[in-house]
């Protein structure tokens, strides 16, 4: 169900009758949203630098990159309920993530033509994946499992897909390290495990390059779709560490053992066109019709009878599902192990240094 024009306009009259202040982060984000919904991207100049109010609400537009202006109505009204949950949609039940979903700018969740989408927002940081996004998207694939959608897609803001694991997760955390990474591991397991265990047609829109546990657990999803701007790059030896999403499994079965040990041992980035010649990625678009051409086909398998499609995945699946789960608290006990490693640390400290990019 997406946001109507009416019930944009009613949650900005909601807004204004507001009887508490919901806080300046949530007035901030109302503002970015608001502005995003009617004027699309910022595309003012950043204030001047004692005007702190007035950078704040630049910062938080600007943060919202390049969201369509439809998602940023959605999403206005979305959140607008969620200060006040007495106050309801006058288009009905809103989208399911949205019922169970903590609030999360750096993973969206929307749904339109029954089909729920994630995105990963965080375009400024090429949507690295911080510790409380892994924990958002298992929360957000549990809500989309038992919402009314049809199908899944997974996609990026911005010019990136997601650049993988966001590096500073093991920096910027308290507690031991062997506790830190203990965490670390579990909270991994389950985020592979809530794909693994996805019930419905799940599909990824690979809109730029992909990076890290971004492009392993597409061994997972059901379809692939990919701009051919988009790239593939596990560089899991250069960081000191070893690949995980399952992808130890699934890359040899669907590329053969050694095309998979070309990405997931020697870091070889491939290009859409290579990966969807090595069955990795199911069809490639020219970036300037990606969207409009992957959506086409969405909206369109959308309308097949929902339950067919859902019990043909499982069958996919069901067989080998054991196996990937004894996988994926392989690669997790392992990288657990490397974590700790001195290739790893000094891996990390080199991408700080502004020394190591890939
Ligand atoms: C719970 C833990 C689970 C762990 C699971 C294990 C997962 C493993 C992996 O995913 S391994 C892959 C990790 N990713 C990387 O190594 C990529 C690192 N990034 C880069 O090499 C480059 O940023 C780039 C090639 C992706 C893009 O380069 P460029 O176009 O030149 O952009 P910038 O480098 O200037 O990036 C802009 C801005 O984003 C920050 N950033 C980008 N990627 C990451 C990242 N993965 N982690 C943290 N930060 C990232 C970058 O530092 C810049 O920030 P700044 O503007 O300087 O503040």
Same mark, same amino acid.
């Given at each position: 169900?997406?946001?109507?024009?009416?019930?944009?306009?009613?949650?900005v009259h909601q807004v204004k009758l507001l009887k508490e202040d919901p806080g300046n982060d949530a007035k901030l984000k109302l503002y970015a949203l608001y502005k995003q919904a009617t004027e699309g991207?910022? #595309?003012?100049?950043?204030?001047?630098?004692?005007?702190?109010?007035?950078?704040?609400?630049?910062?938080?537009?600007?943060?919202?990159?390049?969201?369509?202006?439809?998602?940023?109505?959605?999403?206005?009204?979305?959140?607008?309920?969620?200060?006040?949950?007495?106050?309801?949609?006058?288009?009905?039940?809103?989208?399911?993530?949205?019922?169970?979903?903590?609030?999360?700018?750096?993973? %969206?969740?929307?749904?339109?033509?029954?089909?729920?989408?994630?995105?990963?927002?965080?375009?400024?940081?090429?949507?690295?994946?911080?510790?409380?996004?892994?924990?958002?998207?298992?929360?957000?694939?549990?809500?989309?499992?038992?919402?009314?959608?049809?199908?899944? %897609?997974?996609?990026?803001?911005?010019?990136?897909?997601?650049?993988? #694991?966001?590096?500073?997760?093991?920096?910027?955390?308290?507690?031991?390290?062997?506790?830190?990474?203990?965490?670390?591991?579990?909270?991994?397991?389950?985020?592979?495990?809530?794909?693994?265990?996805?019930?419905?047609?799940?599909?990824?829109?690979?809109?730029?390059?992909?990076?890290?546990?971004a492009v392993t657990v597409l061994g997972l999803f059901d379809a692939v779709y990919a701009s051919d701007r988009a790239t593939f790059h596990t560089p899991f030896s250069s960081l000191g560490i070893t690949?995980?999403?399952?992808?130890?499994?699934?890359?040899?079965?669907?590329?053969?053992?050694?095309?998979?040990?070309?990405?997931?041992?020697?870091?070889?980035?491939?290009?859409?066109?290579?990966?969807?010649?090595?069955?990795?990625?199911?069809?490639?678009?020219?970036?300037?019709?990606?969207?409009?051409?992957?959506?086409?086909?969405?909206?369109?398998?959308?309308? #097949?009878?929902?339950?067919?499609?859902?019990?043909?995945?499982?069958?996919?699946?069901?067989?080998?599902?054991?196996?990937?789960?004894?996988?994926?608290?392989?690669?997790?006990?392992?990288?657990?192990?490397?974590?700790?490693?001195?290739?790893? %640390?000094?891996?990390?400290?080199?991408?700080?240094?502004k020394k190591g990019k890939l």
């Amino acid at each position: 169900m997406v946001a109507s024009e009416k019930d944009f306009e009613n949650a900005v009259h909601q807004v204004k009758l507001l009887k508490e202040d919901p806080g300046n982060d949530a007035k901030l984000k109302l503002y970015a949203l608001y502005k995003q919904a009617t004027e699309g991207p910022c #595309n003012v100049p950043k204030p001047r630098v004692f005007d702190f109010l007035g950078r704040a609400k630049w910062d938080a537009w600007t943060a919202l990159g390049s969201l369509p202006k439809e998602t940023a109505r959605q999403n206005y009204v979305d959140f607008v309920s969620s200060l006040r949950p007495s106050l309801t949609s006058s288009s009905g039940e809103g989208p399911a993530a949205h019922r169970s979903l903590p609030e999360s700018e750096d993973v %969206v969740v929307t749904s339109k033509d029954s089909i729920t989408v994630i995105t990963l927002n965080r375009p400024a940081k090429k949507n690295a994946i911080t510790y409380q996004m892994y924990q958002d998207i298992t929360l957000a694939l549990k809500a989309a499992s038992k919402d009314n959608s049809t199908i899944t %897609v997974f996609t990026g803001n911005g010019n990136y897909y997601s650049s993988g #694991n966001d590096l500073s997760n093991f920096s910027n955390r308290s507690g031991s390290l062997q506790q830190m990474y203990a965490e670390s591991a579990l909270t991994l397991r389950n985020f592979v495990d809530s794909f693994i265990d996805f019930p419905k047609p799940l599909v990824a829109l690979v809109n730029g390059p992909a990076v890290g546990i971004a492009v392993t657990v597409l061994g997972l999803f059901d379809a692939v779709y990919a701009s051919d701007r988009a790239t593939f790059h596990t560089p899991f030896s250069s960081l000191g560490i070893t690949p995980e999403g399952c992808s130890s499994y699934t890359f040899p079965k669907i590329m053969g053992p050694a095309k998979a040990a070309e990405m997931l041992i020697f870091g070889k980035k491939i290009t859409a066109r290579e990966a969807c010649a090595q069955g990795l990625v199911t069809e490639v678009f020219p970036h300037n019709t990606f969207q409009k051409e992957a959506w086409a086909r969405l909206t369109a398998y959308a309308k #097949n009878p929902p339950k067919a499609m859902r019990i043909g995945k499982q069958l996919l699946r069901s067989f080998g599902k054991e196996t990937l789960h004894a996988v994926n608290a392989e690669e997790c006990r392992v990288l657990q192990e490397r974590w700790l490693s001195e290739e790893c %640390v000094n891996a990390i400290q080199t991408f700080f240094s502004k020394k190591g990019k890939l």
